[in-house]
């Protein structure tokens, strides 16, 4: 097992295991897919809502700060504006996560802003780290964010990608860096 499945499976503070459920999800990148478990009990919260808006579609974009990420923004009727959820050991994101982030307009680090326009609008969307390096720089708490005793809460984890990940998917978001803007839909998945 490696170190990235282990830390996945360390779970709650209480030392139990994060048990996965039944539901699943598809993203479907620019005709390339892969499928993701919900950590129902481990964000019950934001997996609800999220299974609640989908399916969703966009264009996805690359991040470039925070190795192998891409992000589908959640806009309309699709955003979803979720307390700050998890109880998890692993603060740092990893290879295969899943996450929703969410901002208010005007407000950057947890305090609000004079104005900005490169904050001007809410910012709400789905992270999926599909590669290593994953999250460079990124945590589930950051000390600078306090007013928390562990930091606020900065991403929510809610979903794992299944291994293995298919390699095709993991081209096709490399290509984002390069290529720009593909259409992702996510959506729910089952079998059959």
Known sequence: ????????????E??????????????DLDGTRATATLYDEFAPKTCEAA???LPVTGRAIHANWSGREIMLHL??????????EMKVRSNFVTEGDIT??????????????????????????FAIFYGSPAGEGL?????????????????????????PIPEEFRLKCETLRREGLKPLTVSRYSEG
């Open 100 to 125: 929703y982030f969410y901002r208010a307009s005007q407000m950057s680090r947890g305090k609000q802003l004079a104005y900005s326009a490169q904050f001007q609008r809410e910012l709400s969307e």
């Open 51 to 53: 299974w609640n808006i």
């Open 1 to 12: 097992m490696s170190k990235h499945d282990l830390r996945r499976k360390q779970g709650h």
């Open 139 to 163: 945590s589930a708490y950051d000390p600078a964010r306090t007013p928390y005793k562990e930091g606020v809460h900065v991403l929510n984890k809610f979903a794992t990608l299944d291994r």
């Open 75 to 84: 806009e309309g009727e699709k955003v979803l504006r979720l307390p700050q």
């Open 14 to 27: 209480d030392g139990e295991s994060v048990k996965r459920t039944a539901r699943r999800i598809l993203l």
